[in-house]
């Protein structure tokens, strides 16, 4: 059985907030993760034209849109498979649907703590009266990218997602 590496990585939100994340590889200590949480303004440019700009989330109102970016990479010698990065949703935000994107990554989402993962589409709760119906986007708890196939030495990968603080 190959060994799996397991980085926690502590993003900090709005001073009260943490949420960690974490990458795993087959190739021990080959797999770095940076991940950062920003929101996007709309500035004026020299040229008098508006375009937004991302910048650091230190603090973020009720009905703010933050960007949580996650950028993994093979810092090993050998290229590195079975890649997976997951992030929580966190705690008083909901996701924005259709919103994690990560190019050459199967994702995945989970309304459970991350026991068990399904398209978005897919994922399921028990309602109140204990039957199992479609989760809405507020009771998503993680999302889960599975990168396919292997990464080169020194190349990276990037997956992101959005949330609406509540």
Avoid: C
């Amino acid at each position: 059985m190959q060994r799996r590496l397991f980085q926690t990585v502590l993003l900090a939100f709005a001073a009260a907030w943490l949420a960690p994340a974490h990458a795993q590889g087959n190739q021990p200590g080959s797999i770095e993760l940076r991940n950062v949480a920003e929101i996007e303004k709309e500035v004026k440019t020299a040229d008098g034209k508006t375009e937004k700009r991302r910048e650091p989330a230190a603090k973020a109102a009720p009905g703010a849109e933050v960007i949580y970016t996650s950028t993994f990479r093979n810092t090993g010698s050998k290229p590195a498979g079975n890649i997976s990065v997951v992030n929580p949703v966190p705690v008083n935000t909901t996701l924005v649907g259709g919103s994690a994107t990560g190019e050459n990554t199967d994702i995945s989402f989970s309304a459970d703590g991350g026991k068990t993962w399904a398209a978005a589409d897919k994922v399921k709760v028990r309602g109140a009266d204990g039957k199992e119906r479609p989760a809405g986007l507020s009771e998503f708890t993680h999302v889960r990218w599975v990168y396919r196939g292997e990464l080169a030495p020194g190349k990276q990968g990037v997956v992101s997602f959005r949330v609406t603080v509540n």
